[in-house]
């Protein structure tokens, strides 16, 4: 099996694996009977209903492994946003944090190989913001959140934390602009919530009014870890599968580049399963309003999951719900008069210019990082 070392102090667990044929269970995905994630929010009970044909996710990350088994085929289109513009061309993903979020989130099912996704027939764009080290800047990150919804998308994945929680936590977030953006123009945003625990007593990251779904982990046996940051006022918080960082059967198993898979740990394996679970909704025809009132509507409220925590995914229960007319609890999105090309006139009057700084944002990853290469 190879030494186990490791990697990243406070990182997530993960065991690298070759991809593999055979499986059972409910799909032919080689690594299907693992996916404890998968089971407790009933994805394959969802599938008959929905499976995200025809709608686009923004993974806005360290790119994606278009060859990856999982995800070949999916890339819709790809852009560098890298200092200050949106390149088009392939988004290759060097550090791997972009392909395991894709894969949670889209990839490919009964392939004989590999994973199931939670919305196995939705498509990608991909904008890669993040360096090597897993280190961006704001700003990139918020054009790049245009540049993906120009491009269609009408889910947003913003596995991303940020470096000054404590600002953050008194002052906002700087993706502000990226966010009400996406919103206003149709597409949902989902955020990471960060592994951070109680961000060392401050609580949790001011969201306030943001219009975006913000997620945090839970468990296999469905409680918060201890990493997973509070939700606090998050007008849209909720919890799904992360792990707990203890690595095999425990964590989340999820592609990384080169073919091979990996058990990974944190709010950013949480928030793609959340993404998959709104483009099933969108598939189905409802709008985006719709759809984020439906998957908080339906959410499992049968423990506590922490202050701002409206429950637990529940994807079976969201795409199988029958639809019945209600007052709808979710504002929907206001017509912001933009040019296409100039994200400028969104920016905010944040206090103490924060949005104008070039803050740099960082991989939101919780628990353990071990490697374990196979033979």
């Not at 999982?70 to 791997?96: F, M």
């Not at 998959?276 to 908080?296: F, K, T």
């Amino acid at each position: 099996m190879g030494s186990i070392r490791s990697a990243f102090a406070g990182g997530c667990a993960v065991v690298l694996l070759s991809a593999a044929t055979a499986g059972a269970g409910a799909t032919d995905d080689r690594y299907f009977s693992e996916q404890w994630n998968l089971t407790q929010i009933g994805a394959s009970d969802a599938w008959p209903k929905s499976t995200g044909a025809g709608v686009l996710i923004g993974i806005v990350d360290s790119g994606v492994d278009g060859t990856h088994p999982d995800l070949a085929g999916k890339v819709e289109a790809s852009a560098d946003c890298r200092g200050g513009t949106c390149r088009e061309g392939a988004a290759r993903d060097r550090r791997g944090h972009g392909t395991t979020v894709a894969g949670i989130a889209a990839a490919k099912t009964n392939n004989g190989v590999g994973i199931a996704g939670v919305a196995p027939d939705a498509r990608l764009v991909v904008a890669t913001v993040l360096d090597d080290d897993g280190s961006g800047v704001t700003e990139d990150i918020n054009r790049a959140i245009q540049w993906v919804v120009d491009k269609g998308a009408r889910v947003v994945n913003l596995s991303l934390g940020e470096p000054d929680l404590v600002i953050t936590s008194r002052l906002g977030t700087p993706l502000r602009p990226g966010v009400e953006y996406a919103w206003s123009r149709g597409a949902i945003p989902v955020l990471a919530a960060g592994n951070y625990g109680e961000l060392g007593g401050e609580g949790s990251a001011n969201y306030g009014d943001l219009h975006a779904v913000v997620v945090g982990s839970t468990d296999m046996k469905g409680r918060v870890p201890g990493y997973s940051t509070s939700l606090g006022n998050a007008m849209w918080g909720l919890v799904a599968p992360g792990g707990n960082g203890d690595g095999p059967g425990q964590d989340i198993i999820s592609p990384v580049p080169g073919g091979r898979y990996q058990w990974v740990a944190g709010t950013s394996m949480a928030t793609p399963h959340v993404s998959g679970a709104l483009a099933l909704l969108l598939a189905q025809g409802l709008s985006p309003a719709q759809a984020v009132d439906r998957l908080l509507a339906t959410l499992d409220r049968s423990g506590n999951c922490g202050a701002g925590c409206r429950g637990r995914l529940d994807v079976r229960a969201a795409v199988t719900a029958p639809a019945v007319a209600t007052v709808p609890s979710v504002i929907a999105p206001a017509a912001v008069d933009a040019p296409d090309d100039d994200l400028e006139p969104l920016l905010p009057a944040v206090a103490g210019g924060l949005v104008a700084v070039a803050a740099v944002a960082t991989l939101v990853l919780g628990g353990r990082l071990w490697r374990r290469r196979s033979p």
